[in-house]
């Protein structure tokens, strides 16, 4: 990074993670406390194993997620992220789920959103939907109470180009289906393609996207940059770089229709380093500092208070957070060795066997260090 003078502290309203696996049991209790640190809301994405599917797994899975937070940083206090953060809760959309408890779990503010998962797109998505026109009843109720749906856009067809998924999505399923809920809340979920981020500027008030922090900063080449890098494998893949400049355009560019979303993925060490590795990248721990050095090198730093902490909100219909989070400028010849971004976290989860996890940015040092309360 090249460094800017003036450089000083930003201090921005409470931002939002709109988009992130927490998992459940040991892993969560390994990485609740970064996504906590940072935010003070988070969607939370239902790809649990079975799925998030009733109103009541969810109510019982977000009980968990405070149990787990409240057992990782003490009991609720000033400064402890226990006591800021909530999490919001999804649904995992299947071709039998019933609308009504889709309408109920929304009423009681149990749900937030119901994701698509095509199945068979990515971790956990077999009970996914084959095909969107065949949950018609769902999305019409959805349409009806202000539900926002929210899509991992991609097809599954094998015949399609892996790095052609998303844009084939967008015109086989995307355009219609918008067509047939001209009233649905749609957020297409960590887009990758100046295809996708086209189709959302161009597109409805009611039609926006999460932009990803390795999205921002990768294309394809990082996974293949001196061998495979299974750190760098997600869905949807990373694509050119024209794609990436896209992205980056996207989210700096002010249009409140994109916001941060992290699709902050942890996977142990043995599950990426595998013949069949899984596709996910574990961001949370460094994601505004990750974000803010995109801003920065675009000199669009005034413009990531709305992209981190206001679009996502005004969106859902979600008051703004309070209260703030501060960063520090980091000079890029600091050599000191605590702002290098661990190559391996090993993360208590309350077990003998800690997480074994690596963070995105592994052995970089960031432009911004969030500062601690
Ligand atoms: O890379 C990804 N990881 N993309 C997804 O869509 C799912 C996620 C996960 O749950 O691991
Ligand atoms: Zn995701």
Known sequence: MTERPGRTSLTIRRPDDWHVHLRDGAMLRAV?????????????MPNLRPPITSVVAAAAYRDRIQAALRASSGEPGHGNPAATFTPLMTAYLTETLPAAELELGFREGVFNAAKLYPAGATTNSDAGVRDPAHIGPALETMERIGMPLLIHGEVTDPEVDIFDREAVFIERHLQPLLRRHPGLKVVLEHITTADAAAFVAEGPANLAATITPHHLHINRNALFRSG???????????????????????ATSGNPRFFLGTDSAPHGREAKESACGCAGIYNAPFALESYATVFEQENA?????????????RFYGLPLN????????ISADDDNPELV????????NGTATPSRLVPFHAGEVLGWRLKTT
């Open 322 to 329: 309070g209260g703030t989070v501060s960063l520090e400028p």
């Open 228 to 250: 495979l890098r299974p750190d760098f494998y997600c869905l949807p893949v990373a694509k050119r770089e024209r794609h990436r400049l896209a992205l980056v355009a996207a």
């Open 341 to 348: 971004v661990p190559a391996m976290l090993e993360l208590d």
């Open 301 to 313: 730093l005034d413009r990531f208070e709305a992209f981190a902490s206001e679009n996502g909100p």
């Open 32 to 44: 609740v406390g970064h996504t906590a640190r940072q935010f003070g809301r988070a969607i939370v």
